[in-house]
């Protein structure tokens, strides 16, 4: 049994309610950091904690919050990033449901660090009934003295926001989000500058996702260096995990990252195995932008080692032969599964959803959205996988926003490590309407050069 | 006040000393020449514009003088501040090349490649750029996105299937006029400009949106299928206009003006916005104190019509008259009488 810091009590009766939260020993966090401590110190916790984001890109939070700039006379803003959008990805969903006060109260002592008396929550647009829930939440917290004029008589003002967005996966990018709470369109923009210069109306302003807020409490809580001790190496803490696909268990668990990637899979504690008792063939452990692994390079890296669910060991090999931690949406795939047709999805997906502000994105997603669909429905060619590969490459590190890379990497990793499937799909057209690949050889242990 | 501090940058090895918080692109602009980034969404004139159509990437290889990292991936130069030491590579760098056919390609996907009939042709930026950094090919084989023409007031047409979403005709609205009718829709590969619910774009100088954009997506109904922009002889001229500073750029066929335009510079950008007025109403000789022929700084088409000299507006001073030794000329053939032979004899 794994610590559990963030959903520890997410299951308590009536804990969604405020007194509930507050028997449970809740907003404990705020009394300390409010009472007892001063901004910088917040930060200096969280940065001891070594506490890295959780929206997808796992920088540093108390490095990021560090950078903003505090001019004279200028409010500073903290937005709650909740535009939690990616496929396979539904924690911060989970969190906000179950336990929102954790949110409410991470928010509140975050603000006071950064002083922002303005704090928003950017809620994805789909998210409907738990902006109800949220604001419920923040009357009751405000009801109590905890949000408002003069906090716990301390003479902080914090009032929160919520904004619901209008569904685009692109304003999930912190500079998108930042335009689209504005009110305009949901175009990322062109960095430096960076928020933590001029954000939110040209304010220093901090981006942080619901995890990453919702983890300051127990840091202030049990304190930075305690924290520190959970995890390995620099991957600290607990990260909440949603796992989906061919499993038998799928849902949201809390991780302490010392894990083997094979026993979340197939332990009882979490994802209890894959179901109707198929193979394991493929799986994106961070969320649907992250390259896609096989069986073989998923459960062991390139060198032979036992992979395990935290930071460094999940992009061990780089995108040779690993993926990231992502987002942590872990998404299964069975042996039943096709790596084209769910290449073709993720494709479609970010063509889509691309701003179409810079060129290569908008018009290179498009262009392998229908290769794709060529290879996928018998009508491709064997140069379409080498041009394929040449778009992604274009794209990739060429976009104003990580968006091109997201589109991107799917592509490049499928054909990466499933390049058999791709040219199977192109040689035998009609076989590849009918039935699949199936798991060939991607389960199969990989040989592992010995050196000297 | 202490004195601007100069900066030194080296872009393909060419080193100059720009004022601090000039643009990479502007830099280069300064040296000029192949060392020049193209730009298809820049605009100097334009506060916030580029960035956008990535054409103007660059690598840099050198940080700057306190921060030798090079960065780690292209950047767009035309957003991108010097720094005191910064060494940039632009044709020098293969990186480069490559990225920027690259985008050529994927600006061109779904770019109609209706030259012939499209009014830019000759002075179109993504002609000049495809030719310059593009492919002979395209690897694409699929159907391209096309839109309806849509009328955007008396003036304007818009031709959403030529356009490559520059944005530089939503900066000019919105910084031109007081309220902006027109936007961007929908988003990637099926954006589109757009006014929402069909409406005219009515501004004293909306017309400029013409001029800035580099394709033929937004064309001047007052000239559209008028003539071919390399048949034109271009003139500077200028009125006293209410309204705006009235220097534009007449495009004469013999005596009778074709169109008017907003005077550009070598990079194609206009120098003094005009209203719309002087480019759509004002298209009579008489209207205009034409000082001379317009050079154009590009390597367009229209630069190759060399016509500077004594053309223009000079009428030639031989005249017939003057050759016939003061005969006036006289009828060889009175046609009149010729064709009473056709008379029918029996009336």
């Not at chain 1, 110190?41 to 919050?65: C, D, H, Q, T, Y």
């Not at chain 1, 202030?220 to 991957?235: C, D, F, H, R, T």
């Amino acid at each position: 049994m794994s610590v559990k810091l963030l959903l520890a009590k997410a299951h308590v009766e009536g804990i969604r309610g405020f007194d509930v939260y507050r028997r449970e020993g809740g907003y404990q966090s705020v009394e300390k950091a409010l009472k007892q401590m001063n901004p910088e110190s917040i930060v200096e916790e969280v940065k001891k904690s070594g506490l890295r984001g959780r929206g997808g890109a796992g920088f540093p939070a108390g490095m990021k919050w560090s950078f903003i700039a505090k001019p004279e006379g200028v409010p500073r803003h903290l937005v709650c990033n909740a535009d939690e959008s990616e496929p396979g990805t539904f924690k911060d969903r989970y969190l906000m449901e179950f336990i929102p006060h954790l949110l409410i109260e991470g928010l509140i002592v975050s603000s006071f660090a950064l002083g922002s008396n303005d704090t928003y929550i950017y809620i994805r647009g789909e998210y409907a009934w738990i902006v109800d829930i949220l604001e419920d939440a923040i009357n009751e917290a405000k009801a109590n003295g905890f949000l408002g004029k003069n906090i716990l008589g301390t003479g902080f003002d914090c009032e929160i926001h919520v904004q619901r967005g209008a569904g685009a996966y692109i304003c999930g990018e912190e500079t998108a989000l930042i335009e689209s709470l504005e009110g305009k369109r949901g175009n990322p923009r062109i960095k430096p500058p960076f928020p933590a210069i001029q954000g939110v109306w040209q304010r220093p302003t901090v981006v942080n996702n619901v995890e990453t807020l919702a983890a300051v409490v127990p840091i202030i809580n049990m304190g930075g260096e305690e924290y520190a001790k959970i995890g390995v190496g620099k991957s600290t803490g607990t990260k909440l995990i949603s796992a989906c696909g061919n499993i038998n268990k799928p849902g949201v668990y809390e991780i302490d990252m010392t894990i083997s990637v094979e026993e979340f899979i197939y332990s009882d504690e979490y994802c209890g195995g894959i179901a109707n008792g198929k193979k394991l063939k493929a799986c994106i452990p961070g969320g649907s932008s992250v390259p896609i692994l096989p069986a073989n390079l998923l459960l062991k890296t390139a060198k032979g080692e036992t992979r395990y669910m935290n930071y460094e060991s999940l992009s061990d090999g780089g995108f040779a032969s690993g993926s990231m931690m992502g987002s942590g949406g872990f998404i299964v795939l069975d042996e039943d599964q096709c790596i084209v047709r769910n290449t073709l999805s993720l494709a479609r997906f970010y063509r889509h959803e691309s701003c179409g502000q810079c060129s290569p994105c908008r018009e290179g997603t498009g262009w392998m959205e229908k290769i794709l669909h060529n290879i996928e429905y018998g009508k491709g060619k064997i140069s379409d996988i080498d041009l394929l590969w040449d778009i992604q490459r274009k794209i990739e590190g060429n976009t104003i926003c990580p968006l091109g890379d997201a589109a991107a990497w799917p592509v490049a990793a499928a054909i990466r490590h499933f390049r058999d499937e791709f040219e199977w799909h192109v040689n035998n057209p009609l076989e590849a309407q009918e039935k699949n690949y199936g798991l060939a050889h991607y389960a199969d242990p990989i040989h592992v050069p010995v050196t000297a | 006040m202490s004195e601007q501090q100069l900066f030194k940058v080296t872009i393909d090895n060419i080193t100059i000393e720009v004022p601090a918080g000039t643009t990479i692109l502007n830099a280069a602009r300064q040296i000029g020449g192949d060392v020049t980034p193209p730009a298809m969404c820049y605009y100097s004139k334009l506060e916030g514009s580029g960035g956008k159509c990535r054409t103007c990437l660059v690598e840099v290889s050198k940080g700057s003088e306190k921060d030798p990292r090079p960065m780690p991936k292209l950047i767009a130069s035309c957003r991108t501040t010097v720094m005191d030491g910064m060494e940039v590579k632009n044709i020098t760098s293969e990186k480069v090349i490559d990225a920027r056919a690259g985008v050529v390609e994927f600006l061109l996907l779904n770019h109609p490649l209706d030259c012939p009939i499209c009014d830019q042709a000759g002075e179109c930026h993504l002609q000049d750029l495809s030719y310059d950094h593009g492919k002979e090919g395209t690897r694409y084989e699929f159907e391209r996105r096309t839109f309806k023409k849509h009328d955007l007031g008396p003036y304007i047409q818009l031709h959403m299937t030529r356009c490559i979403l520059c944005y530089r005709c939503v900066y000019t609205a919105d910084q031109l006029s007081k309220e902006r009718s027109h936007g961007v829709l929908d988003r990637g590969d099926h954006a589109q400009i757009a006014t929402f619910i069909e409406k005219s774009l009515d501004n004293e100088f909306i017309g400029n949106v013409i001029d800035v954009c580099p394709v033929g997506a937004l064309t001047d109904k007052t000239f559209r299928f008028k003539n071919r922009v390399w048949f034109l002889k271009p003139m500077d001229a200028h009125r006293d206009c209410p309204t705006c500073s009235g220097k534009v750029t007449l495009w004469n066929r013999g005596d009778e003006v074709y169109r008017v335009t907003a005077r550009k510079d070598k990079w194609g950008e206009v120098e003094d916005w005009i209203c719309n007025t002087c480019r759509f109403e004002t298209k009579n000789t008489s209207d205009w104190v034409i000082e001379g022929p317009r050079e154009i700084d590009r390597h367009s088409v229209i630069a190759q019509g060399h016509y500077q000299g004594s053309v223009g507006m000079n009428k030639p001073t031989e005249t017939f008259a003057a050759v016939n030794a003061g005969r006036a000329p006289h009828l060889l053939m009175d046609i009149h009488s010729v064709s009473e032979v056709n008379k029918d004899s029996s009336l």
